[in-house]
């Protein structure tokens, strides 16, 4: 009985046994399975977008992780082992633009693709000309020097050039209109612009009959500017006697270096009607014929400032009015009688505009031009 009871008992055991374990290797093979059925692969190449060839060196990870590898000698990566699903591809390389790239990764699939990175530029040292009339790096220039590059230019948005010097050492700069501003260096503010130097392209840039800089009227538009250089200082042992306080020197894009066309348009509120928008258009366009290169460029501004009226400053100038011929303050309406007084004294309730006032009344009392034109013919009226 027991040789009989003792292999049935072990043929037990082990047919028990053998199915335990058959379990186990079957549970083991499952989860290992599962778990490599969600890996793949990303492989593929990192190439310059402008000429195809091959970028070796070039780090490629997965956004977010520390899975990644670095491009051979032909440009080639490879990251296995990436879990299935959507990841984001990011690509560095020295000397051009980060590159991200988003992907799916499926199960047990080798997902190809090819990266083509676009150069950027490197901002190299700064060179000026105007400390010493010849180009030198800055920290060489034997001056205090401040530089507005082209870069800071179209990143910000101004209304005229002097908004670009607002925050530049040494300079003071005062507004009085969208595009009415004086700038001065050094402390030596004034009414007048005469003590620091303006020029355009090494060449003076003031009014010559004035001797005087009207910076609103300088022919250059914002697209055509590559820098603005300003050195403070006395610098009349290089410009002459008007660089008492420093010079202030704008550069304007060679059109043999830098060619092609473009518009810049823009517009704001200064005030609460659509009839005082600020409008403004510059443009520039450049080509080159051989040794010959030629550029136009031009601006347009139209708005409206704030208008400000103090009743004081008219009745001050009482009984002479002082204007400009064809401007508001220039027609007035009478108001009322004369009451017999031939000199009658303006008031603020006189201001008023008159459709068709196309006659300056400045200077003239109110009885002379009267009697030499006649009361229906005035435009007081």
Same mark, same amino acid.
């Given at each position: 009985?027991?040789?009989?009871?003792?292999?049935?008992?072990?043929?037990?055991? +082990?047919?028990?046994?053998?199915?335990?374990?058959?379990?186990?290797?079957?549970?083991?093979?499952?989860?290992?399975?599962?778990?490599?059925?969600?890996?793949?692969?990303?492989?593929?190449?990192?190439?310059?977008?402008? *000429?195809? &060839?091959?970028?070796?060196?070039?780090?490629?990870?997965?956004?977010?992780?520390?899975?990644?590898?670095?491009?051979?000698? $032909?440009?080639?990566?490879?990251?296995?082992?990436?879990?299935?699903?959507?990841? %984001?591809?990011?690509?560095?390389?020295?000397?051009?633009?980060?590159?991200?790239?988003?992907?799916?990764?499926?199960?047990?699939?080798?997902? &190809?693709?090819?990266?083509?990175?676009?150069?950027?530029?490197?901002?190299?040292?700064?060179?000026?000309?105007?400390?010493?009339?010849?180009?030198? /790096?800055?920290?060489?220039?034997?001056?205090?020097?401040?530089?507005?590059?082209?870069?800071?230019?179209?990143?910000?948005? !101004?209304?005229? @050039?002097?908004?670009?010097?607002?925050?530049?050492?040494?300079?003071?700069?005062?507004?009085?209109?969208?595009?009415?501003?004086?700038? %001065?260096?050094?402390?030596? !503010?004034?009414?007048?612009?005469?003590? @620091?130097?303006?020029?355009?392209?090494?060449?003076?840039? *003031?009014?010559?009959?004035? /001797?005087?800089?009207?910076?609103?009227?300088?022919?250059?538009?914002? $697209?055509?500017?590559?820098?603005?250089?300003?050195?403070?200082?006395?610098?009349?042992?290089?410009?002459?006697?008007?660089?008492?306080?420093?010079?202030?020197?704008?550069? #304007?894009?060679?059109?043999?270096?830098?060619?092609? #066309?473009?518009? !810049?348009?823009?517009?704001?509120? +200064?005030?609460?009607?659509?009839?005082?928008?600020?409008?403004?258009?510059?443009?520039? #366009?450049?080509?080159?014929?051989?040794?010959?290169?030629?550029?136009?460029?031009?601006?347009?501004?139209?708005?409206?400032?704030?208008?400000?009226?103090?009743?004081? $400053?008219?009745?001050?100038?009482?009984?002479?009015?002082?204007?400009?011929?064809?401007?508001?303050?220039?027609?007035?309406?009478? =108001?009322?009688?004369?009451?017999?007084?031939?000199?009658?004294?303006?008031?603020?309730?006189?201001?008023?505009?008159?459709?068709?006032?196309?006659?300056?009344?400045?200077?003239?009392?109110?009885?002379?031009?009267?009697? &030499?034109? =006649? $009361?229906?013919?005035?435009?007081?009226?």
């Amino acid at each position: 009985i027991l040789k009989n009871k003792q292999p049935r008992f072990l043929r037990g055991c +082990l047919l028990y046994i053998t199915i335990e374990m058959k379990k186990v290797a079957i549970i083991v093979f499952l989860v290992v399975s599962t778990i490599f059925a969600q890996d793949g692969t990303i492989t593929g190449r990192v190439l310059d977008a402008t *000429n195809g &060839s091959p970028l070796m060196g070039a780090n490629v990870v997965l956004e977010g992780s520390s899975q990644g590898a670095a491009t051979d000698t $032909e440009g080639r990566y490879t990251i296995s082992q990436v879990v299935a699903g959507e990841h %984001t591809l990011m690509v560095t390389y020295i000397g051009y633009q980060v590159l991200k790239k988003d992907i799916t990764v499926i199960e047990n699939k080798t997902y &190809s693709q090819d990266l083509e990175l676009e150069p950027e530029a490197i901002q190299m040292e700064t060179y000026v000309v105007t400390a010493s009339r010849r180009r030198e /790096r800055v920290e060489d220039a034997p001056a205090a020097i401040s530089v507005i590059s082209k870069a800071q230019i179209r990143r910000e948005s !101004n209304t005229n @050039l002097g908004d670009y010097l607002k925050g530049t050492k040494g300079i003071d700069f005062t507004q009085s209109g969208i595009d009415s501003y004086n700038m %001065t260096a050094r402390g030596f !503010n004034s009414s007048f612009s005469s003590r @620091l130097l303006t020029l355009t392209d090494g060449r003076m840039a *003031n009014v010559p009959s004035l /001797r005087l800089t009207a910076y609103n009227v300088i022919p250059v538009s914002f $697209e055509d500017v590559e820098q603005i250089e300003v050195v403070l200082g006395p610098a009349s042992a290089l410009y002459g006697p008007n660089a008492h306080s420093g010079v202030l020197n704008i550069v #304007t894009s060679s059109p043999i270096r830098t060619q092609g #066309t473009s518009i !810049n348009i823009q517009g704001g509120l +200064l005030s609460q009607t659509d009839t005082d928008l600020l409008k403004k258009f510059t443009f520039r #366009t450049a080509h080159k014929f051989g040794d010959f290169g030629f550029k136009v460029s031009g601006v347009a501004l139209a708005g409206q400032d704030w208008i400000h009226f103090n009743p004081d $400053e008219y009745e001050g100038h009482d009984p002479l009015f002082i204007g400009r011929p064809k401007y508001k303050h220039d027609r007035l309406d009478r =108001g009322g009688s004369l009451a017999g007084n031939e000199n009658h004294r303006f008031t603020t309730a006189m201001i008023k505009e008159v459709d068709g006032a196309n006659e300056s009344w400045v200077g003239y009392y109110w009885g002379d031009k009267i009697e &030499s034109i =006649g $009361e229906d013919a005035s435009p007081l009226i």
